[in-house]
Nanobody, 121 residues
């Protein structure tokens, strides 16, 4: 079953913006104390882009710091990644990730299907 549904990817020129969305059910979203966005390009390992806890301070990979913003909407059960001033090197498949804890003593990692972001020069 698909637990995380991603959208918002596409083609954009360098310097442009995109907003990625990751929608989850309320049961998953409310029990995921940590969520994140990863990205991956062919031939490279998947890398962490940004992460956000339910309460606390979000974190960013150095190359996107100041350009990307991760946020959680607790009403819509959605995690967003606002990407501004995009660069060609940002091109990748972006994946939503959640640390889902359905019980107090058990957590499971969930992945979205991925959404393609292509930044042209």
């Amino acid at each position: 079953q698909v637990h995380l549904v991603e959208s918002g990817g596409g083609l954009v020129q360098a310097g442009g913006s995109l907003r990625l969305s990751c929608a989850a059910s309320s049961s998953i979203f409310s029990r995921s104390p940590m969520m994140a966005w990863y990205r991956q390009v062919p031939g490279k390992e998947r890398e962490l882009v940004a992460h956000i806890p339910s309460f606390g301070i979000s974190g960013y990979e150095d190359s996107v710091k100041g350009r990307f913003t991760i946020s959680r909407d607790n009403v819509k059960n959605t995690v967003y990644l606002q990407m501004n001033r995009l660069k060609p090197e940002d091109s990748a498949v972006y994946y939503c990730w959640a640390d889902w804890c359905p019980s107090v003593d058990q957590c499971t990692t969930l992945w979205g299907q991925g959404t393609q972001v292509t930044v042209s020069s």
